[in-house]
């Protein structure tokens, strides 16, 4: 079973700073990878959509990469704002057609 | 505002009781799910519906029942639940014949159900 991780479940980073999320899957066989955030009591908000074959996807202040060979995703965050504050969540989706979730990471930016 | 609607946003009901959650979109998309959410915990998907018909069926009890009467609606139908199946209940929807759609999930705000 697929299992996904991500790295740190939590992060706290004073406004404007860069910041890195981690998304770390155990079978590469996935057909693409969608980045999330959550805000509380909330549903999910999609930011980024990788497809297998593509290597990176960028939407504003955000950019994510891909890696499927090593099992690796990354959200970059430029120029971090306290409204960036909010749970990220990682999900991918397997050429088996199943779906999973990762640990998700808390972020919060300081004003 | 999110273009995926749930109904109703909390629900709080007896282990005996029956009630059923909504969700609707008008974006024309032909796959929904259903996904459950424990407090700190990622969403788990439950079921999944392409072109109205259940494709995915994650072992879920069948105290919860799904159906599909139509391209945008989808409903949950609740009996007999546990204290444990108190969670959010997030309702998605995506392009595309499901499961091997390439497009991102749309997701609502979510049902927070709690069983008494």
């Known amino acids: 079973k697929q299992e996904v991780t991500q790295i740190p479940a939590a992060l706290s980073v004073p406004e404007g700073e860069n910041l890195v999320l981690n998304c770390s899957f155990t079978?590469?066989?996935?057909?693409?990878l969608q980045w999330f955030r959550q805000d509380p009591g909330k549903g999910l908000t999609s930011l980024l959509l990788?497809?297998?074959?593509?290597r990176e996807q960028t939407s504003g202040r955000l950019n994510a990469s891909l890696d499927k060979s090593s099992g690796r995703s990354t959200l970059y965050i430029a120029a971090s704002q306290p409204g960036d504050s909010a749970t990220y969540l990682c999900?991918?989706?397997?050429?088996?057609?199943?779906?999973?979730f990762g640990t998700g990471t808390s972020l919060t930016v300081i004003p | 505002d999110t273009e995926v609607t749930q109904t109703p946003k909390h629900l709080v009901m007896g282990m005996t009781n029956k009630k059923s959650l909504k969700c609707e979109q008008h974006?024309?998309?032909?796959?929904m799910y259903w996904y459950k959410q424990k407090a700190k915990k990622p969403p788990e998907l439950m079921f999944v519906?392409?072109?109205?018909?259940?494709?995915i069926n994650e072992s879920v009890p069948s105290r919860f029942s799904p159906e599909c009467p139509n391209s945008s609606l989808l409903n949950l139908h609740l009996h007999a639940l546990q204290p444990e199946d108190s969670a959010l209940y997030l309702c998605?929807?995506?392009?595309?014949?499901?499961?091997?759609?390439?497009?991102?999930?749309?997701f609502g705000d979510g049902t927070r159900l709690s069983i008494l």
């Open positions: 519906y392409s072109y109205e018909k259940l494709s």
């Open positions: 999900a991918v989706r397997n050429t088996g057609n199943q779906f999973y």
């Open positions: 998605a929807s995506s392009q595309g014949p499901a499961p091997w759609s390439n497009q991102p999930q749309h």
């Open positions: 974006m024309g998309h032909r796959a």
């Open positions: 990788i497809q297998s074959s593509q």
């Open positions: 079978d590469s066989a996935i057909y693409n």
